[in-house]
């Protein structure tokens, strides 16, 4: 079992920072890679960044502004968000999925999720 709880989504202005963060615990939590999600209303849950054996993968519409790493001593995945713009606005959920089944990055193919922590880009 693995329980993922994030936290450090916030109502930030155009051009602002944010880091979130996800904290891992449960009995399987050392057995499974991470990743960022966002879900826009009325839209469809995508894969914002994904932290797999220290290798990452970014979305197209992040990279050069976002950034995820791992602590494993905390069992914790962070995402720096800098540069942030209104079309980031979004519940972001971080994601688990056991290191046996593979790399993915498809929402669908994560059997772990977080509560979510929402966060809001306006001037």
């Known amino acids: 079992e693995v ?24 009995s399987a939590s050392s057995n499974v890679f991470m990743g960022w999600f966002r879900q826009a209303p009325g839209k469809e849950r995508e894969d914002v960044a994904i932290f797999y054996y220290g290798s990452t993968h970014y979305a197209e519409a992040v990279k050069g502004r976002f950034t995820v790493s791992r602590d494993d001593a905390k069992n914790t995945l962070y995402l720096q968000m800098n540069s942030l713009k209104p079309e980031d606005t979004a519940m972001y959920y971080c994601g688990a999925r056991d290191y046996g089944l593979g790399f993915s990055i498809s929402p669908a193919n994560f059997a772990y999720w977080g509560q979510g922590t929402q966060v809001t880009v306006s001037s």
């Open 3 to 26: 329980h993922l709880v994030e936290s450090g989504g916030d109502l930030v202005q155009p051009g602002g920072s944010l880091r979130l963060s996800c904290a891992a615990s449960g």
